[in-house]
């Protein structure tokens, strides 16, 4: 649900409480994981963007356990971003994951600045997003854990080729959260 006199109004979560216990159960959303970074790096490398992550949200805020953001890490290109670099943690009202969490669906943003609802974003201004790509995980509880996402500093016609390779990165991150659970039980 949005505020109808407030663009930036991040939507009610009624998921939150229980996504926090599923990622404690799964050990994730507080520090980095190697493998994710790794796929944030294939994400952007495979679309030819500056700015991926693997996303995982609670009840306040976003943490990027999986990061590929060159410009934007502690140390420059090529440095990995620490468990508390600024990049890898947001509030819920920065950048669109958020919104995409509740909604349980894909969003596809070819260039933000058409749209009010995510136009006056604070990663708008403060970090010059222009375009966004992302899909929700949802485990096989149901539950949304969080996103995938890929971002570009210019406006990008992601269309529904972009759709389609989110969607199946989705699924491939869902798999391997999947198999990080079995190898721990």
Not at 137 to 166: H, S
Not at 172 to 177: H, L, Y
């Amino acid at each position: 649900m949005f505020e109808p006199n407030d663009h930036l109004f991040t939507p009610v979560d009624e998921e939150a409480p229980r996504r926090v216990v599923r990622l404690r159960e799964l050990g994730l959303g507080d520090r980095p994981e190697p493998e994710f970074d790794d796929f944030a790096r294939m994400l952007a490398t495979t679309t030819k963007a500056p700015l991926a992550m693997v996303n995982f949200v609670d009840e306040e805020r976003q943490y990027f356990a999986g990061l590929y953001a060159p410009a934007m890490i502690s140390g420059g290109p090529g440095a990995v971003a620490a468990a508390d670099d600024p990049a890898r943690v947001k509030t819920k009202e920065q950048g669109r994951c958020p919104h995409v969490v509740v909604r349980r669906l894909p969003l596809v943003l070819d260039d933000v600045c058409d749209y009010p609802r995510f136009a006056g974003n604070p990663v708008v201004d403060e970090f010059g997003i222009r375009s966004y790509l992302g899909a929700p995980l949802i485990d096989r509880t149901g539950t949304t854990l969080g996103t995938i996402c890929i971002v570009d500093l210019e406006p990008r016609p992601w269309g529904r080729p972009g759709l389609e390779f989110i969607k199946s990165r989705a699924a491939e991150m869902v798999a391997m959260i999947h198999q990080r659970e079995e190898r721990m039980s």
